[in-house]
């Protein structure tokens, strides 16, 4: 009798151990993502989980939860930091105050399109950038694309920097924005993203800047139907993963992680083509203002106390930003 209670409890013992393991393997993440259905970076985010799943057999999951349903960007930043999200998709203008390494995109005009942004990116200066997000707990995984953010406001076509003055503009929270802004002697407003339409429907702010996706998803083509391609800003997102849970994976399912973000990230930047083409389209079809500035030079110049304030700030930066701006 005594011989079978201690089969029993052993059998017991070892279905336990091995349910907390296949249970510890098979935990599932959070991931955070503040776009809405069907924008690209939803899409692919949604195929980033399924390819996690498929490539290493269940092992490692990620329930996604999108449309900023987790709590706004910057509280998300946080989380992931500490480690109450596991992963997320962020853009990179938030995550600047806290990596100065990270900022350096956020500087208005620093790249000349693009093409140049992901040559600078899978160079030394990305490694750079990848290294000083890693000091402040977010491991990146991939950059998605995010296009180009231009000028949008409810009262007239901006062509000049003068256009600008006194204006009263939407910018996401970093000082780099609020500086850019001033130097063409408009009005900053940070304010969260979900506030901005209401805030150009009833006046609080005269105008925003964003690519044409997020422009044309959120409706704010409705309130804001001047639409001045400054190409001011060409900021990356990144999808990234707290970096306490990177490391403690096996190198095999760190390169998994990996391939299943890039692999996603492929798909998000044939998808941020198309949707770009179809938002441009669609906006213009429903009644917005569109003007080309064909000679950004002013606009550049008047950004010289943004440049030099960011320089001032954070000397040691200046070797990344003069890589950034030799980079071919």
């Not at 209670?5 to 070892?14: D, E, F, G, P, Y």
């Not at 989380?79 to 500087?107: D, H, T």
């Not at 702010?205 to 139907?225: C, I, L, M, Q, R």
């Not at 299943?260 to 941020?272: D, F, I, M, Y």
């Amino acid at each position: 009798m005594n011989y079978l209670r201690k089969l029993v409890l052993s059998a017991a013992t070892v279905a336990l151990a091995v349910g907390l393991s296949v249970s510890a393997q098979a935990k599932e993440w959070k991931g955070w993502n503040i776009h809405v259905a069907g924008y690209p970076n939803t899409v692919a985010m949604d195929k980033f989980a399924e390819l996690l799943k498929e490539k290493s057999g269940g092992k490692m999951t990620l329930k996604m939860y999108h449309s900023g349903t987790l709590g706004s960007q910057p509280d998300a930043i946080e989380q992931v930091r500490l480690g109450g999200l596991e992963i997320a998709n962020f853009n990179m203008g938030p995550i600047g105050p806290i990596v100065p390494e990270a900022n350096v995109v956020s500087l208005p005009f620093i790249f000349k399109n693009t093409d140049h942004m992901w040559r600078v990116l899978d160079g030394k200066a990305g490694e750079m950038m990848a290294a000083g997000l890693e000091k402040k707990g977010l491991v990146p995984l991939a950059w998605y694309d995010a296009g180009a953010r231009s000028f949008y406001n409810s009262k007239k076509p901006i062509n000049a920097p003068a256009d600008v003055k006194g204006m009263k503009v939407r910018v996401m929270s970093n000082d780099l924005y609020s500086g850019m802004i001033k130097a063409l002697d408009g009005n900053p407003s940070p304010m969260a993203f979900s506030e901005v339409y209401q805030s150009l429907k009833t006046g609080v702010v005269d105008g925003a800047e964003n690519n044409w996706p997020s422009y044309e998803s959120t409706g704010h083509f409705e309130v804001a139907k001047y639409y001045s391609n400054s190409q001011h800003l060409i900021i990356p997102e990144i999808v990234c993963i707290n970096a306490d849970v990177y490391n403690k994976l096996s190198a095999a399912d760190q390169k998994i992680l990996k391939e299943a973000a890039e692999e996603s990230a492929v798909l998000q930047r044939k998808l941020w083509k198309e949707r770009e083409k179809a938002s441009e389209k669609k906006v213009i079809a429903g009644g917005v203002v569109f003007n080309e500035i064909p000679d950004k030079s002013a606009f550049q110049a008047a950004m010289k106390p943004v440049y030099d304030k960011y320089l001032a700030d954070n000397p040691d930066l200046k070797p990344l930003v003069k890589l950034i701006q030799e980079t071919e």
